[in-house]
Structures are given as structure tokens and as C-alpha cells.
């Protein structure tokens, strides 16, 4: 299969995929500068970070699965996308936008990425592009009520 550039790019998400250490970390972190520039180009509560989510999704899928079938391999690290969307659902969650709201999803996200409770597990299992990001998508949902209920609380 040949290299596909676009594939390549949305995948590592503009090369942050590509970091020595922490990919996902580096992914998700990624994901951060186009969340608040979105959420104050749009002007809209953060619950509207779902729209480039949702129009993404199915783009990232395929460039996931494309990326992994030229490499390989079931799931490789270069692939950030994930993160990325994962991240953005977490911000969703938020009540208010702010530095804390944003590093609070951020660490969320990671916290629920990294440990994998189920169906985030399970999801991860799912074969394909599907697979590789399904269960970032799972763990940003479980950032995102996190978020939501600390929110609530007027905890940031």
C-alpha cells in the first residue's frame, strides 16, 4: 500500500504523532490551540467543540486505519488523531471556558485514555481505524461528564 500524505497528516495530526516521547500526550496537547481558537472564533459554550468532532470523526477513522495498514501494525503511536478528537470531547464537557476548565479536560482525558475502563477497552479491541479511535472517543466521553459534574460543582 502507498504512503497516502493526507493520511499521514491528519493521523499524526500535523506531525505531533512524531514526538520521541509521549505521542499521545503530544496529540492531545495538540488538540488544545485549534479547541480555543474554534471556541473563540465561533464565540459559542463549549459544548459546540462537538461540531469539528463530529465532522472529523469519520476523516480520522479512515486515516487511522490507513496509517496502520501502511505500517503494519494494529495501533501505531504516530497516530494522534485519537487523542485528539478524545480531547475535544473532553472540552465539551466543560461549563465554562477557561485555562483551568481546559487543563482539567486535558488531564481527564489522559487519566481515562491511559487506564482504559471499560467499554474503553473493549472499544480499543474493535478492528481497524474504528478501533483506534473508538476508544478515545469513550474516554473523552468520560472526561467530558467528569468535567461536566466538577463544573456543576463550580469546582474551576
Not at 485555562?99 to 482525558?109: D, G, N, P, T, V
Not at 478492528?127 to 459534574?149: E, K, R
Request: net charge neutral.
Amino acid at each position: 500500500m502507498k504512503n497516502n500524505p493526507l493520511a499521514i497528516i491528519l493521523a499524526t495530526w500535523f506531525g505531533c504523532g512524531f514526538s520521541p516521547k509521549a505521542p499521545g500526550t503530544a496529540g492531545a496537547l495538540g488538540a488544545l490551540p485549534f479547541a480555543w481558537l474554534w471556541l473563540h472564533t465561533v464565540q459559542g459554550p463549549p459544548v459546540w467543540m462537538l461540531l469539528p468532532t463530529v465532522l472529523l470523526t469519520l476523516p480520522s477513522i479512515w486515516a487511522a486505519g490507513r496509517v496502520a495498514a501502511e505500517k503494519g501494525l494494529e495501533d501505531p503511536q504516530i497516530i494522534v488523531v485519537d487523542e485528539v478528537l478524545g480531547a475535544w470531547i473532553a472540552i465539551a464537557g466543560a461549563t465554562v471556558l477557561n485555562w483551568k476548565s481546559i487543563a482539567l479536560a486535558f488531564l481527564l482525558f489522559r487519566l481515562f485514555d491511559i487506564w482504559k475502563p471499560q467499554p474503553v477497552r473493549w472499544l480499543e479491541g474493535l478492528h481497524g481505524g474504528l478501533g483506534i479511535v473508538a476508544d478515545d472517543l469513550m474516554a473523552g466521553v468520560y472526561a467530558a461528564v467528569v468535567l461536566f459534574l466538577a463544573g456543576w460543582f463550580n469546582l474551576y
